[in-house]
């Protein structure tokens, strides 16, 4: 069994619509989680990132997450077509394991926003 | 600020060669990661350098090595190349030390292996 469990879609949605993406994981010495996106042929690039559990808000992305559950999710609002990528989970061990700078993926959920 | 470089993007190889990868990090970011990605493995972490050190290896056989030069550069290296060695190879770096633990990816080299 992975780490990191995310369901990898295809997600569609109309524009407009609340996404929700999530990811799963069993390793609980994860303590700082990140989601990435990525475009096709590009690197994936970090939209946010979180420390503790709670919600994390930035413009129309919103960063949940919950410890004791293990359990993280991204909320885009008012989607547009532009969001149309693969959305990546990533974790990492705290800094007293010494491998912080480790990220553990989930395996992507593509995005279609349809216009 | 200039990103994440990375050289070649693409590249075909044989089976049995070996293949070498470059990357430059952001300037003044001085720990490098390396990527593995495959449709059916996803994004796996191969290692990391910081300052020419590794500091962490994933679970990759020794035909997967890299080296960090004093000004931050990375290469890494694949031996004895086999089909299944064909992917995406991304690295990322990140500011050390840095509270938040970002890693900023560069745009990968496709690595086909025929």
């Known amino acids: 069994q992975k780490e990191v469990e995310q369901d990898p879609g295809p997600l569609s949605v109309p524009e407009g619509a609340i996404v929700s993406l999530n990811c799963t994981y069993s390793n609980s010495a994860f303590q700082y989680f990140m989601w990435y996106r990525q475009y096709s042929r590009k690197g994936p690039e970090l939209l946010m990132y979180t420390y503790s559990s709670g919600n994390k808000e930035d413009g129309r992305f919103t960063a949940q997450v919950d410890k004791s559950s293990k359990y993280i999710s991204l909320f885009i609002r008012d989607s547009q077509p532009s969001d149309s990528a693969t959305y990546l989970c990533?974790?990492?061990?705290?800094?007293?394991?010494?491998?912080?700078?480790?990220?553990?993926f989930g395996s992507g959920t593509q995005l279609t926003v349809l216009p | 600020k200039a990103g994440v470089t990375q050289t070649p993007r693409y590249l075909i190889k044989t089976r049995g060669q070996q293949v070498t990868l470059s990357c430059s990090p952001i300037s003044g970011h001085r720990s490098v990661s390396w990527y593995q990605q495959t449709p059916g493995q996803g994004l796996q972490f191969l290692f990391e350098?910081?300052?020419?050190?590794?500091?962490n290896k994933g679970n990759f056989p020794g035909r997967f090595s890299g080296r960090q030069f004093s000004n931050s550069r990375s290469e890494m290296n694949v031996s004895t190349l086999e089909l299944g060695d064909s992917a995406l190879y991304l690295c990322a770096s990140m500011l050390v030390p840095d509270p938040s633990y970002e890693q900023y990816f560069g745009p990968g080299t496709r690595l086909t292996v025929t």
């Open positions: 350098y910081f300052s020419e050190t590794q500091r």
């Open positions: 990533a974790m990492s061990r705290g800094i007293s394991s010494g491998s912080a700078r480790q990220l553990t």
